[in-house]
C-alpha cells in the first residue's frame, strides 16, 4: 500500500461539463501519473508530475489539464467532458527503489461516466 | 506497432497446470520491465520486477531476454486466485509503458 487515494470514486457527469480529478498521496514521492484504462488499449498516460507544478503531457493528453500545487496532491481535469473520456481514470506514484531503479504503485481507480 | 505487446489472451487453464505469458518490446532502451497483476474492476498491482538473471518467487518465475527483447513469466500449480489480466511494463527514464494485458482464468 503506497497511500494513495483517489476521489471521487465514481462519478456520472454530462457532456461539456468540467470535471476534476484528485490523486492524494501520503509518502512525499516526487513523481505521480494519471492514466486512463480503456478496453482494448490498456494503460495510457495522460498526463505526469516531476515536482511541484512541474508536468508533463503523456500519450493521450488532449482534452485534459493537470495541476500540482502540493506535493502531496496530483489534480485530472477535464475543461469540457466529451462521451469518449468515459473511462477508469488511475493515478500512481513512482517510488524509487533502495537498491536503484523504479516500481510504481496505484490508487484505487475513478470511474467517470460522460453521459 | 505498439511498444509492448502481449497475446490478449484468455488463457483458460485447469487448477494446478503450469501457464506461460511472454511478452515482447520493440525500444530495447527500457531499463526496468514488471508484471503487475490487475483483478477485475481493480487497480494493477506489482507481481514481480523482472532482471536479466531471471528471478523467482514461490510460484512465480520471471525472465528477461534482452537479446530477443521478450520477457517471460511462469506460473506454476496455477490456483483458483491467480485468475486476472497479467501486465507487461517497461520502464523508460521515467515513464512506464504499459501492454494490453493477458487474462488468465483458472478453472477448477
Known amino acids: 500500500d503506497a497511500g494513495i487515494t483517489q476521489s471521487p470514486r465514481h462519478k456520472v457527469t454530462e457532456t461539456g461539463t468540467p470535471v476534476t480529478l484528485r490523486c492524494h498521496q501520503t509518502?512525499?514521492?516526487?513523481?505521480m501519473y494519471w492514466y486512463r484504462q480503456d478496453p482494448g488499449h490498456g494503460l495510457r498516460l495522460i498526463h505526469y508530475s516531476y515536482g511541484v507544478k512541474d508536468t508533463d503531457k503523456g500519450e493521450v493528453s488532449d482534452g485534459y489539464s493537470v495541476s500540482r500545487s502540493k506535493t502531496e496532491d496530483f489534480l485530472l481535469t477535464l475543461e469540457s467532458a466529451t462521451s469518449s473520456q468515459t473511462s477508469v481514470y488511475f493515478c500512481a506514484i513512482s517510488r524509487q527503489l533502495a537498491g536503484g531503479g523504479n516500481e510504481q504503485f496505484f490508487g484505487p481507480g475513478t470511474r467517470l461516466t460522460v453521459l | 506497432r505498439k511498444e509492448v505487446e502481449q497475446d490478449p489472451g484468455p488463457f483458460n487453464v485447469p487448477e494446478g497446470a503450469t501457464v506461460a505469458f511472454n511478452c515482447t518490446y520493440s525500444n530495447s532502451a527500457s531499463q526496468s520491465f514488471f508484471w503487475y497483476r490487475q483483478d477485475c474492476r481493480k487497480e494493477p498491482k506489482l507481481l514481480m520486477s523482472?532482471?536479466?538473471s531471471g528471478n523467482e518467487d514461490g510460484r512465480f518465475t520471471a525472465q528477461l531476454n534482452r537479446a530477443s527483447q521478450y520477457i517471460s513469466l511462469l506460473i506454476r500449480d496455477s490456483k483458483l486466485s491467480d485468475s486476472a489480466t497479467y501486465l507487461c511494463v517497461g520502464l523508460y527514464g521515467q515513464n512506464f509503458v504499459f501492454g494490453p494485458g493477458t487474462r488468465l482464468s483458472v478453472l477448477p
Open positions: 509518502e512525499n514521492h516526487r513523481y
Open positions: 523482472v532482471y536479466s
